[in-house]
């Protein structure tokens, strides 16, 4: 046996001499690569094959013989047998994307397959960005954690990627043996301490691609070596408004010149701070201004001492959460890293790092930084002055003084309490008073009667009774023992302000009610009152009685709550004369409302409460879809049958939404069949009052459902067929039934369909704060002053437009007042608020009564568009007023009004149509005005009120601008015509006429907030809904062109078609005149080719001193009227002057003479025209009356017009070149 054992094991051993290992090929690079049209060994991959056992080579590896295979060959390499390399056989051939497939195999069973891409040839090596790198190492860095010295970088302009990829490589063997490259990032890392006794190392970092044919390039690295360790211990502190970075000395004392903090906060740039050293300190602080909370450092330190810098330290990234302290701020002096003690205090360290602050006098708190004002001695009368804080101190006053500094004299001098003893509490006094209680006096003070405790003994009425005394009544149901009295006690307290109030009862002494006799009683009552019709009065009050008695067991039991219900039910048909009786006598309808409302009130809802009655139905219903609106739609019993009540009342999300009670909403809801417990005030008439409607009440708890911008949705069934029903509610305050905050909807199918809103005004369309009511009377008022203004504004616009469309010119290059800017900007004005006042006046309101929820719809995007328009098109006047009067000289402009029409139209048009595509019911009204809604806030402010605000901001800095040149002195002369204190009419009538063109009274609207609303909104109405009309009496009443044309029009027949003076229409000796001056004016220009200074015509803009006056003048002369170009009367024998005409003259004359200047620049040259006049016209002169006036004239094309000034003797017909 142990012979087969031993020969069995000789076998195994020599079996595993004998077999070789397993072959072994290895592909490196694979898939490889090759370039197109490669030639002949071309180099492409290398194929490693040996017995993995005796990592001995292998002989005889070779190709699979397949087409592909052909092109390569493999080749042993002598130095190293494991080695093939793989190269072309024959020319690559292949288009760009084809792939080799092929085998290399070794004997039967071992062969790997080889895939090669055919590439474009890799042209370009990688580049570096430098020639040399230069880098900095510590010695010991490696143990330091400080192995990064640096980075190189590369690139490759190959474009394909395969071409372009490469890794960085240090193939120097004694280099590799310290340093390392990252193949990818090129970051040089230390791998070994270096020797010390040398102080430099210089290799080579090659980068080698990974394209076809293979390229690589090489860049030098010279890296010194130093011993300077730089700063590793670092603390960060942080107070309110600045930090403070902290490190510990990494020489140990030695010299150091200065660190170098580099610094960088979030994402801004890197700074670098330079941190200065006097002396040997252990530790160095820096301070960095600014709110600190939330940032994030990223900051090393280097140190230099004479001779060297250190390498950077370890990077260190700290994010500021809060106040305090950050790194290893424990190795650090408190006085060191805060320097805490301000105002020259002396800053102490104490054994644990802490420190404190030893203050100089006046000073205190823990930084020295508080103000001690107990060194002033505040405290009067004895007291004794303690510091508490910055500027705030306490005085200890003596018993008979008190206040901030004991000047006030004790109340308790004059014995507030009478018989209670009297002592300070705070800036006031407290009594004890002889009945135990503590209050401000010793007063007889009274808990009033009171009667809405119940328990399980029955319902109490406690009658008035003195604080600190006990309320005794006797048990309604008798005493428990024959040895007690039989009281409930309740004792009346009263408040520490005098405020008396009820404690809670004791019936402990009471005989407490069965709830199964309390079933069965109401049973029997709910029988008795099945026909209610001929109870008296007493019998209500006392089934009243006695429901109150049993009301405490509803709550436990819902049988004996549905009983309770159907007994209340049962009373509401009772005769009415004889429920009203009742109620005055002993309050029967009252207290059995209470009974109702008490229970909903207070019923625990862990699930759903709903009682169905005949008469009554109650529900209460813990809400928990409060993104959805609520609908209660009421069932009534009758016989054995549950029938709908006629009733729905729908709840808006937004009522739901507001709750302000914890949890879901909870909702309690009641409807009678009958409103004959709702007994108005005795002084209405019985005739008045509705017995016979149904009535549904609802309740969020914790909610008062007044101002939904979504109303709530009440459907009631009507009383009678074919009559009219209004929608009312109970005002439990007043005790009668009101319409206030109802609106009827509808009357269809026999039921009035009722919403909650108010009545609406112009004011609306930019009310800021719609849940603020103004009341009814004055929501009336501001209705009726709408329309009213509304209806003027439209007489006053629809005759502007009529006014500037009829005077129209007869020629493209005569003047006319619909052919200005100002002009064409004003009619399209007009135009969008004539618009804007029809529709409001005309559809808003009856659109919703005649053609329901479509109509309306469709009038409030009307109207929120044409209002949009209207403030574009104010904003548009603005623009081209502060063009026109502040800047003077703009640049000419093409298409001038198809840009404002397409900003003034268009734009508004975008918003209506955005705010219709995200949701059509944004215009879905819940009031009577069809508007944009206000029940989408986003929509609201982002569509109306946020680009209206904008508009009326630009207009008012505008309106501040335009108002200042308007009421600016006049001159005349050279002299200032009126006192600068002191406004003419026409600058008070131009201010209001720019107030009215930029809407500036709609800067009232934003700012009918709370208590201000109602006031804003009575001027916001007033001025706005006259604007129209404002505008028509200052464009048009005041306007003297306006005036002589219409004047024209009355008393000849013919339309004005230029502006000037009417004499041109009516005089055929001005006419005359005109045509003698013009041929006068004509051999004028032919002869005289040079001007008064006998300078040739076409040097006259060459003339500096001339160009100057004229750009200087132009820019004065400037004004609001020139901008609307209303003609001037002028003084004299001629009725009529310029405004500036004085000026003009003083500018342009010399020995009285004056010139008119005109350029034309054709392409072909120029053509000048020069114009003498010396004197009067008659060889006058023209004493204290200047003539001349002011012409602008374009010369040159009309796409490169330059504009200048120049100066005309004035016709009698106003002419404009």
């Known amino acids: 046996m142990d012979s087969k054992i031993i020969l069995l094991v000789v076998s195994i051993t020599s079996v595993a001499i004998v077999v070789k290992g397993k072959a072994v090929l290895q592909v490196n690079t694979n898939p490889g690569l090759i370039f197109q049209n490669a030639e002949p060994n071309e180099p492409v991959l290398s194929i490693s094959a040996f017995d993995d056992v005796t990592d001995a080579p292998l002989s005889g590896v070779a190709l699979t013989s397949i087409p592909d295979a052909e092109y390569f060959k493999l080749e042993q390499h002598q130095r190293f047998p494991k080695e093939h390399a793989l190269k072309v056989k024959k020319k690559i051939d292949k288009p760009v994307g084809y792939v080799f497939q092929f085998n290399v195999y070794y004997g039967a069973y071992t ?76 970051t040089l890392d230390l791998i070994d301490v270096l020797p010390s006794g040398r102080n430099n190392y210089t290799f080579n970092v090659t980068a080698i691609d990974g394209g076809s044919p293979q390229q690589l390039n090489s860049v030098r690295i010279i890296a010194r070596v130093t011993d300077l360790k730089p700063p590793d211990i670092f603390c960060v502190a942080v107070d309110e408004d600045s930090a403070r970075v902290c490190w510990k000395d990494p020489t140990n004392g030695s010299y150091v010149m200065k660190y170098e903090l580099t610094l960088q906060m979030d994402n801004d740039d890197v700074n670098t701070t330079d941190v200065r050293v006097d002396g040997v300190q252990d530790e160095t602080c820096t301070i960095i201004p600014g709110e600190q909370l939330g940032r994030n450092y990223t900051f090393n330190v280097r140190v230099l001492n004479a001779l060297e810098w250190s390498p950077q330290s370890l990077q260190r990234k700290v994010r500021i959460a809060k106040k305090g302290r950050y790194g290893d701020c424990p190795l650090f002096s408190d006085c060191s890293i805060l320097t805490p003690c301000a105002n020259e205090g002396n800053c102490l360290v104490e054994n644990d790092a802490s420190y404190t602050c030893n203050c100089t006098r006046g000073f205190g708190g823990d930084n020295c930084t508080d103000v001690d004002l107990c060194t002033t001695d505040p405290c009067k009368n004895g007291g004794v002055c303690t510091f508490t804080g910055d500027k705030n101190y306490t005085c200890d006053c003596p018993p008979t003084f008190f206040g901030a500094q004991c000047e006030k004299v004790s109340p308790c001098v004059k014995n507030p309490c009478g018989a209670g003893f009297c002592s300070l509490a705070g800036d006031g006094h407290i009594c004890d008073c002889p009945d135990g209680t503590s209050r401000l006096n010793c007063d007889e003070a009274h808990c009033p009667s009171d009667d809405h405790f119940y328990d399980r003994t029955g319902r109490y009425h406690f009658p008035e009774t003195i ?257 009219n029903h209004t929608c009312v509610f109970w005002d439990d305050e007043t005790r009668t039934w009101s319409n206030d905050g109802m609106v009827t909807h509808d009357q269809q199918n026999n039921k009035t369909t009722c919403y ?3 009545l609406t005004s112009f004011a609306v369309l930019l009310d800021p704060s719609p849940d603020y009511s103004l009341g009814d009377d004055h929501e009336q008022i501001l209705t009726y002053i709408s329309y009213i203004g509304c209806g003027i504004s439209i007489l006053g616009l629809t005759l502007t437009i009529i006014t500037y469309s009829l005077f129209r010119p007869r020629s493209s290059s005569s003047s006319c007042i619909n052919r200005e800017k100002s002009g064409k900007i004003l009619m399209n004005l007009c135009a969008s608020m004539l618009i804007l006042n029809v529709v ?49 000289f703009a640049k000419y402009s093409g298409f001038f009004m198809l840009k404002r029409c397409i900003c003034a139209w268009g734009v508004p048009a975008l918003i209506v149509i955005i705010t219709i595509s995200i949701d059509i019911n944004n215009y879905k009204t819940t009031t009577q005005l069809c508007f944009l809604s206000q029940g989408n ?31 600016r002195p006049r001159f005349k002369g050279g002299q200032v015509v009126s006192n600068s204190d002191s406004l003419n009419p026409a600058q008070i009538r131009g201010a209001f006429t720019v107030m009215t063109l930029l809407g500036i009274t709609w800067v009232f609207g934003p700012f009918a907030i709370k208590e201000a609303k109602i006031v804003v909104n009575y001027v916001f109405t007033i001025l706005n809904s006259l604007q129209g009309f404002l505008i028509f009496v200052f464009r048009c009443c005041f306007n003297p062109e306006v005036r002589m044309s219409w004047l024209l029009l009355i008393k000849t027949g013919k339309f004005k078609r230029r502006k000037g003076p009417i004499s041109a ?104 025209m020069t114009t003498e006049r010396n004197g009067h016209r008659n060889g006058q002169q023209d004493h204290g009356q200047d003539r001349n006036c002011v012409t602008t004239i374009y010369t040159g094309r009309f796409s490169e017009a330059k504009r200048s000034s120049g100066f005309m003797p004035c016709t009698d017909e106003f002419t404009r070149l």
């Open 756 to 758: 909650s809103t108010h």
């Open 840 to 888: 409001f006046v005309i559809g808003s309101e009856t659109s919703l009564a005649i053609s329901g929820d479509g109509m309306c719809k469709a009038v409030a995007i009307l109207l929120h568009y044409f209002l949009l328009t209207t403030l574009a098109w104010m904003m548009v006047e603005a623009v081209n007023m502060y063009q026109a009067l502040i800047t003077v």
């Open 467 to 723: 604080s600190g005394d006990l309320a005794r009544v006797y048990c309604r149901h008798g005493a428990k023992s024959v040895l007690s009295f039989g009281y409930a006690i309740r004792r009346c307290s009263v408040s520490r302000d005098g405020v008396p109030h009820w404690e809670e009862p004791e019936t402990s002494e009471c005989v407490e009610l069965d709830s199964s006799a309390v079933s069965q009683n109401l049973r029997n009552l709910a029988s008795m009152t099945k026909d209610a019709s001929g109870l008296r009065s007493e019998e209500i009050a006392n089934i009243t009685t006695m429901l109150e008695e049993y009301f405490f067991f509803s709550f436990d039991d819902r049988e004996i709550a549905t009983e309770m219900t159907e007994v209340i039910g049962n009373l509401q048909d009772a005769n009415e004369s004889v429920i009203i009786e009742s109620n005055s006598r002993n309050h029967s309808s009252d207290r059995l409302l209470w009974l109702l409302n008490e229970y909903v009130s207070h019923v625990k809802t862990d699930t759903d409460v709903s009682i169905e009655t005949e008469n009554i139905n109650l529900k209460v219903v813990d809400h928990t879809r409060t993104d959805e609106a609520f609908i209660y739609q009421p069932k009534l019993t009758e016989k054995e049958y549950t029938i709908p009540s006629g009733i729905s009342l729908k709840l808006p999300p937004e009522a739901l939404t507001s709750s302000n009670s914890a949890g879901n909403p909870r909702i309690q809801l009641m409807t009678f069949r009958s409103s004959s417990f709702f007994i108005p005030t005795e002084d209405i008439p019985p005739q008045e009052i509705v017995l016979k409607q149904r009535v549904v009440s609802a309740v969020i708890k914790g909610r008062s459902i007044k101002n939904l911008t979504s109303p709530v949705e009440i459907k009631i069934q009507n009383i009678e067929n074919a009559a």
């Open 111 to 186: 062969d790997q397959l080889i895939k090669i891409n055919v590439t474009e040839r890799n042209q370009y090596a990688p580049k570096f960005d430098k020639s040399v790198y230069t880098f900095l190492a510590l010695r010991n860095g490696y143990e330091e954690n400080l192995t990064e010295i640096g980075s190189v970088h590369a690139t490759d302009a190959d474009r394909e990627a395969y071409n372009k990829k490469f890794h960085y490589h240090i193939l120097d063997p004694m280099a590799s043996q310290y340093f390392h490259v990252d193949l990818e990032t090129g």
């Open 1065 to 1168: 229409y009516t005089s055929d000796t001005s006419s005359k005149g005109d045509s003698k001056l013009n041929g006068s004016y004509a051999e004028t220009v032919k002869s005289n080719m040079y001007n008064s200074y006998g300078k040739p015509r076409h040097m006259l803009n060459n003339d500096k001193n001339l160009d100057k006056n004229t750009n200087n003048h132009s820019k004065a002369s400037k004004d609001l009227h020139s901008y609307f170009n209303d003609s001037k009367h002028r003084k004299g024998s001629d009725g009529r002057k310029s405004s500036s005409s004085s000026d003009n003259g003083r500018l342009y004359s010399r020995n009285g003479e004056h010139h008119m200047t005109t350029e034309r620049n054709g392409k072909n040259g120029e053509h000048h």
């Open 937 to 967: 806030a986003v929509a609201f402010y982002a569509a109306l009120l946020g680009p209206a605000c904008l508009v009326l901001l630009i207009n008012f800095a505008v309106f501040i601008m335009v108002s200042r040149v308007i009421l």
